[in-house]
Every structure is written in C-alpha cells, then in structure tokens.
C-alpha cells in the first residue's frame, strides 16, 4: 500500500462531498474530483489545489457506464492506481407516492443506485489487481427509517445498503473493504430547500438537537478510508446525532 493514496470522490464539487474531497486531501491524498459540470468540478480542485493537494478534475455522470469508466482511465493513468472510492453523487426528486412521476422514480435509483453499483464495478477491476481497496458509499438515515414524500430516495439509499453489504462479501478475499455511511439532516444545498418549520421539527427528532455538517460525514468517511479501519467490511455508519438507532 502507498502510502499516498489516491481517492475518487463522486458528487465532489460541493456539500458533503467536497467536505470529503477537502478531509482525504487533508490526510495526504490524491483527489480525482467527479462532477457533472466542469466549471464547479475545476473550482473544487483549484481549491484542493490551494491547500498544497494533488487534484484532478474528471467530468462525468455516474448514470454513464462509459463516464464511469473514463474516470478510473484518467485516475489510473493520471496516478497509477485507486485506492479509495466514495459513491457521495446523489439526487432527490420527493413527491407522495400518488403523485410521484415514473421519471422521478428512474432518475433518483439511477443515480444514487445504479450510479454507484457503476462505480463498485469499475473500481473493483482496479482494485482487485492492487488486492486493496476502500469503497464508501453515501446512504442515508432515511434508507435505514423511511420517510413519507420520499419513496424513491428512500429506496435507492435502502438499496444502496443491500449493495454495501454484497459488494463487501464479494471483493473481501482481495483485501477491499466495502461500507457506508448514514447520514442524518446535515445541513447543505438538499437541506437548505427545507421550510424553517420542516427544519424545527425535524431538529426536534434530533436527540443533539442540531443538524449535522458536512464535515461530520467527511470524518467517518476518513475514518472507513484508513488503515485503522482495516477490519471493518458491509458496516453502514450511523452519522445522525441520533436520530435513529
Ligand atoms: P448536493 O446536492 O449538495 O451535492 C450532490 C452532488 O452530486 C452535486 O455536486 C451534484 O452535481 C452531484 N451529482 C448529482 N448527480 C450526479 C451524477 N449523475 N453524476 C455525477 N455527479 C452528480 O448534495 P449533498 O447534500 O452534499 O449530498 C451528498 C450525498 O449525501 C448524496 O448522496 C445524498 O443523498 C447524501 N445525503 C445527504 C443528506 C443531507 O442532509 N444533505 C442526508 C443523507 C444523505
């Protein structure tokens, strides 16, 4: 294992996984930063690049099988390896199940779900030469709960842990550990569409009665990538000030 190690973050140029791009680098790695637009996905990067990091930016949708597959090209001919993988790209499309268009439903799996399980599979083929790996996936407290308006995100996170789960079982004989990390209300661009009133009542289930930041996640996500984290596989991290147990 080198001891920089090079981590590909989806979803990177803002919210929680820039915080997590921002947290690998803090801990010495390379960071090849996915997005869908490039401005944003360059101003991250330039930004990691201002810290002393080393960054790419790769521009693509986790939903394209040929994207997904041009970014670990470019991150292994850019670095020679990767040794960390953080599926953070997510979307909600919320609705009441009466009213929720077939659309909606396609586009928030296709993401979140599919979108990873593109990721899982690109990885592992360079993983499992390296017979080293992290993959960390971005579920959240809802996949775990359920909430009403959001059956499609709600699946797809729930799914997410199903993938978590059989991915670790599979890729554990080549040293790749596979979990995830549940996030409760953390406080970014998906929550700040919330109605004060949503978000006082929400903060009254919270039992540290206070949403989360970004950089809450991007610890536990830096923990799961470390060496210390070694012998912990299929494990979903609860980050949720204790929201659901
Ligand atoms: P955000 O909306 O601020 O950022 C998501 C990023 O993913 C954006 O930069 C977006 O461009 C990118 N993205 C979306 N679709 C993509 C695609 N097809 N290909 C590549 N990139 C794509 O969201 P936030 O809040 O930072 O969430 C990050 C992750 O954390 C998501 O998976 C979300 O479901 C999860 N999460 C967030 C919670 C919250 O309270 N904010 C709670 C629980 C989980």
Not at 14 to 23: C, E, K, N, P
Not at 82 to 102: E, H, P, Q, W
Not at 187 to 202: C, G, I
Request: charged letters at 20%; glycine letters at 8%; proline letters at 1%.
């Amino acid at each position: 294992m080198p001891k920089e190690k090079i981590a590909v973050v989806t979803g990177a140029s803002r919210g929680i996984g820039r915080s997590i791009a921002l947290a690998l680098a803090a801990k010495g790695a390379i960071i090849v930063a996915v997005d869908m637009d490039r401005a944003s996905t360059e101003a991250v990067v330039a930004e990691l690049q201002a810290t002393g990091a080393r960054a790419l930016a790769v521009v693509g949708n986790v939903t394209v099988t040929a994207d997904v597959e041009n970014m670990f090209e470019m991150a292994t001919e850019a670095f020679g390896r990767v040794d960390i993988l953080v599926n953070n790209a997510g979307i909600t499309r919320d609705g009441l199940l009466m009213r929720m268009k077939d659309e909606d439903w396609d586009a928030v799996l296709n993401v979140n779900l599919k979108g990873a399980f593109l990721c899982a599979r690109a990885a592992f083929k360079v993983m499992s030469k390296q017979r080293y790996g992290r993959i960390i996936n971005i579920a959240s407290v809802v996949g775990q709960m359920g909430n009403a308006g959001q059956a499609n995100y709600c699946a797809s996170k729930a799914g997410l842990i199903g993938l978590t789960k059989s991915n670790a079982r599979e890729m554990a004989k080549r040293s790749i550990t596979v979990n995830a990390v549940a996030p409760g209300f953390i406080a970014t661009a998906m929550t700040d569409a919330l109605s004060d009133k949503v978000r006082t009542e929400l903060t009254a289930q919270i039992p540290l009665e206070r949403l989360g930041s970004a950089d809450d996640i991007a610890n536990a996500v830096v923990f799961l990538a470390s060496e210390s984290a070694g012998y912990i596989t299929g494990h979903v991290l609860s980050v949720n000030g204790g929201m659901y147990m």
